[in-house]
């Protein structure tokens, strides 16, 4: 059973099943979790192409309990499906920190949050 969960107003959504919920459980982390990281400003640190052709993206983002989350998601039409979702390391925290100080295009952020 696949279910789409959307804000109100919102065209997009996120596709969630069984398989992809029960993949990001075993990190710890519930849908709701891995929706926020997505929604809380994230920095994006790669994109890639699959040998299938799927477009997939890895970033960072926090969570609203400032929990620090690795996300990789494709695009199902409108809709986010996230295919793994797990605990930022200390070197990916970094990454984060950094991209948020200075910005994703290297310029210094005054108005970064700081971990």
Do not use: C
């Not at 710890?28 to 299938?52: F, H, I, K, M, W």
């Not at 997939?56 to 620090?68: E, F, M």
């Not at 390391?89 to 310029?107: C, P």
């Amino acid at each position: 059973m696949i279910y789409i969960r959307q804000s109100p107003g919102d065209e997009g959504g996120f596709e969630w099943d069984a398989d992809n919920v029960a993949h990001i459980a075993r990190h710890g982390v519930r849908p709701v979790d891995a929706e926020q990281a997505l929604s809380n400003d994230p920095v994006t640190l790669q994109y890639a192409v699959t040998d299938s052709g799927e477009e997939r993206w890895v970033g960072v983002g926090p969570t609203d309990a400032r929990r620090l989350l690795v996300i990789v998601w494709t695009m199902r039409a409108s809709l986010v499906r996230v295919v793994t979702a797990y605990p930022a390391s200390g070197r990916l925290r970094g990454a984060y920190a950094k991209a948020k100080q200075f910005g994703e295009a290297g310029e210094k952020n005054d108005s970064a949050v700081q971990d």
